[in-house]
């Protein structure tokens, strides 16, 4: 796992097939309720901050704040990974095997047509 500072990064194929695996595993609902919770607790700590002292409150928001874009961001690119993923497993799909939506239902076998184009 690469530690250095990076703002721009683009996940690669490998990586979004990873993260749209674990959004499936029912740990990740966890995590998410756990993020979520954390984002929320902040935000109480704002609606019950000192409304005489705007030093305490302008803090607090911050906090929230940074927290909330921090959780909408995670989010948001979670969803996008899921979205790229998806899409590139039905096109791949699509191109793999076609569905025949009559295959199956009308086999005429060898006899069609006959000599006299009947």
């Not at 993260?19 to 700590?45: T, W």
């Not at 899409?87 to 295959?103: C, G, H, L, M």
Request: proline content about 6%.
């Amino acid at each position: 796992m690469k530690t250095t500072f990076e703002p721009e990064y683009i996940p690669s194929d490998g990586d979004i097939a990873n993260l749209s695996s674990m959004v499936a595993m029912p740990g990740f609902q966890v995590l998410n309720r756990l993020m979520r919770s954390e984002c929320d607790k902040l935000i109480m700590a704002l609606i019950n901050a000192d409304p005489g002292s705007s030093d305490e409150i302008l803090a607090k928001h911050g906090i929230a704040r940074a927290a909330s874009v921090f959780y909408d961001g995670i989010i948001n690119t979670i969803n996008e990974c899921i979205d790229i993923h998806r899409s590139a497993s039905r096109e791949k799909d699509s191109k793999i095997n076609p569905i025949d939506p009559t295959e199956g239902l009308i086999d005429i076998g060898d006899k069609w047509p006959d000599e006299d184009g009947f």
